[in-house]
């Protein structure tokens, strides 16, 4: 793996070994599109192609998360992860803070199976523009404003919380990728939309078994 540094430092880590194949596969989209949900249905109907890295974060974890899908740490904690170069693609979302630790990310490349995934828009972006190998393909979850609404009050979200999330939702991240890296899920069963990846994934790369 090799991690870009702004500060000119060396990079987190470089690895010679042999990992050709290995992609990194971003779900990226607004609250409420999906991306844990086509996440979860990738790794469990493709199990031996899809490892699920967790992201840690200082907010509570959510009763439908597992621990697999998120860490829930303290601020400090955070912090200090930081600054021993632990933590990637940190990002902050509504005062919120997210990373991707080193470890998870190597352990992950040493598995056998070809994809890591990984969900979060801005997640996604900075881990992104900080790895160059494996390369990080970034699938965008599209779903129309008016559905979008409607999954977010279902959500039980209201006031500034739902205000922010729906000022988040629509933040310009669509413009940045191609049409093949869009994928629509709404109007169809989450299933299809993760098959639907599956398959460009593949054609993106036909030497992977599928």
């Not at 987190?12 to 991306?35: A, E, F, M, Q, Y």
């Not at 900075?126 to 609404?149: G, H, K, S, T, W």
């Amino acid at each position: 793996m090799v991690v870009r540094r702004s500060n000119g430092k060396p990079p987190v880590g470089t690895h010679t070994d042999d990992r050709n194949g290995k992609v990194i596969c971003g779900l990226c989209g607004p609250p409420r599109s999906g991306k844990d949900t086509i996440k979860k249905i990738l790794c469990r109907q493709y199990p031996n192609l899809f490892t699920p890295i967790p992201r840690w974060t200082t907010r509570p974890a959510r009763p439908e998360e597992a621990e697999h899908d998120v860490h829930s740490i303290s601020l400090p904690e955070f912090r200090r992860l930081r600054a021993e170069r632990r933590l990637l693609a940190v990002t902050m979302t509504n005062r919120v803070y997210y990373g991707i630790h080193i470890d998870d990310l190597t352990g992950a490349l040493d598995l056998a199976t070809p994809h890591i995934i990984v969900t979060g828009t801005t997640t996604s972006f900075a881990l992104e523009d900080q790895v160059d190998d494996p390369p990080v393909r970034l699938f965008y979850l599209d779903v129309p404003e008016d559905e979008l609404r409607k999954r977010l009050a279902h959500g039980g979200f209201s006031g500034l919380d739902y205000e922010l999330r729906l000022h988040q939702a629509f933040d310009p991240w669509k413009e940045l990728l191609r049409e093949e890296n869009i994928v629509r899920n709404s109007g169809r069963h989450p299933e299809e939309t993760a098959r639907d990846i599956f398959q460009r994934l593949m054609t993106a790369m036909p030497s992977v078994p599928s």
